[in-house]
């Protein structure tokens, strides 16, 4: 049972910096490298969006562009962690983050989107006041 617990949400001024964080159990990042963990976030009223994804397999990364240069992923297979370092905080950051794992979509393939994940975190929330 694959299972993904997100933890390290809050509230933080615009500016601001925070670190979220996703641990895995049910499967060993180290040795499962055909899958990838996500970054996603949902604003109230709004859909949820695509923030970053990461490759167990090399620790490559993409990011939305919303969020390039402010936000960085990276892995700790030691930990079986996935961490969002979060900078420069804006207001429209505000929103619940969940992390995802996903392994259908080709590593050659972008997986940008929550149809290409098949299990999710239950979100962090992260308040960003301006």
């Known amino acids: 049972q694959v299972t993904l617990v997100e933890s390290g949400g809050g509230l933080v001024q615009a500016g601001g910096s925070l670190k979220v964080s996703c641990v895995g159990s049910g499967f060993i990042f180290s040795r499962n490298t055909r899958y990838r963990i996500g970054w996603f976030r949902q604003a109230p009223g709004k859909e949820r969006e695509f923030v970053s994804t990461?490759?167990?397999?090399?620790?490559?990364?993409y990011s939305a562009d919303s969020v390039k240069g402010r936000f960085t992923i990276s892995r700790d297979n030691a930990a079986n962690t996935v961490n969002l370092e979060m900078n420069s905080l804006k207001s429209e950051d505000t929103a619940v983050y969940y992390c995802?794992?996903?392994?259908?979509?080709?590593?050659?393939?972008?997986?940008?989107?929550?149809?290409?994940?098949?299990?999710w975190g239950q979100g962090t929330q992260v308040t960003v006041s301006s």
């Open positions: 990461i490759k167990l397999k090399d620790g490559s990364t």
């Open positions: 995802a794992a996903g392994n259908r979509t080709p590593m050659t393939v972008v997986a940008d989107s929550d149809r290409e994940y098949d299990y």
